[in-house]
């Protein structure tokens, strides 16, 4: 019987020094992600409260990159020799307070007083997905500032998403750090079956390297939860009541969809070419959600074109 207790002891001992050491191990990534998170952002007090963002790039004209749902300025794409990104966190993610705008409107307010301060004249916007909702009022409200539109599998009318998603708005750090965690374990093969049904977008991630490690940044984009809950709550409250003033927007318009997104359906994409009356959709085959992963050099492309126009055709007016 003793010899029985004892094996328990022990057995319970080294569970107990586990955990004692994953906690630790958890406390020590967390403290380390966030401080990397806060410095490598900046923070602008403006009229409206703090706003924090990156601007990357050395040439061309800016590209506005409205980050989708939940996300934070770590969430954006790369500058290139054609374009910069001034990519800012949206209201209540990050170290950007709610308080700062809820509705899509008054996020499109911050984002016309964080371009003003930075003295940038004229902006590509980019929305994509739940930055689609801010980015629309943002041209429509400001053409004078819109160089061009890109809606990015953006969500444009009213629609609820929380059914959907309930269990992960009600998520921990710590559950959803174990995880993300885990599947830094697993191989880039079995990462891109749990993350794309389509085989064939399987076999495109998993041709580049850089892609796989791109997207590894786009997951954790989502961590600490705690950190962009509250912009996730006020998303999903604000997308079951969007009136985008999508007949207003005058700037030309690139709608970029693929046809395979479970997460926005194609038929927001629709919706905005059917209002938006300067614009064109470019539909990406067998394109879901996370496509920009799996189809990026599609999307560049289209992105580097359409900025290629607008710009000429801004340069030509006012030359002219």
């Not at 094996?7 to 080294?14: A, G, N």
């Not at 059914?163 to 559950?175: L, T």
């Amino acid at each position: 019987m003793n010899y029985f207790l004892t094996i328990l002891l022990f057995l319970l001992s080294v569970i107990s020094v586990l955990i004692v050491l994953a906690s630790c191990y958890y406390l020590h990534f967390k403290n380390s992600f966030t401080k990397n998170l806060i410095s490598n952002s900046v923070l602008f007090n403006s009229n409206l409260g703090p706003i924090e963002y990156t601007l990357k790039g050395e040439n061309g004209p800016v590209l506005l990159y409205i980050h989708g749902t939940p996300g934070g300025y770590d969430q954006t794409i790369e500058p290139t020799d054609s374009y910069r990104v001034l990519t800012p966190s949206r209201p209540g993610f990050l170290r950007t307070p709610l308080s700062v705008g809820k509705t899509p409107y008054e996020q499109a307010k911050a984002y016309k007083e964080l371009i003003d301060n930075l003295n940038i004249d004229k902006v590509l916007v980019i929305g994509v997905s739940g930055g689609g909702p801010s980015s629309l009022e943002f041209a429509a409200r400001y053409p004078h500032k819109t160089l061009g539109l890109i809606s990015f599998e953006a969500v444009s009318y009213s629609e609820d998403f929380t059914e959907k998603d309930a269990e992960f708005i009600k998520g921990s750090d710590i559950g959803l750090w174990i995880q993300l965690f885990l599947m830094s374990f697993f191989g880039d093969r079995k990462l891109a079956s749990l993350m794309f049904p389509n085989p064939r977008n399987r076999e495109r991630l998993l041709s580049d390297t850089k892609k796989v490690e791109d997207l590894k940044k786009v997951i954790w984009s989502i961590w600490p939860l705690s950190m962009r809950r509250e912009g996730l709550i006020n998303d999903y409250e604000q997308f079951t009541n969007i009136s985008a003033p999508l007949e207003e927007i005058e700037s030309p318009t690139l709608v970029i969809h693929g046809d395979e997104d479970i997460s926005v359906d194609i038929n927001h994409a629709k919706e905005s070419i059917r209002r938006i009356e300067n614009s064109e959709l470019y539909v990406v085959k067998e394109g879901d959600h996370m496509m920009h992963a799996t189809h990026s050099e599609e999307i560049e492309a289209q992105i580097e074109n359409f900025l290629l126009k607008v710009s000429k055709d801004y340069n030509s007016i006012n030359t002219s």
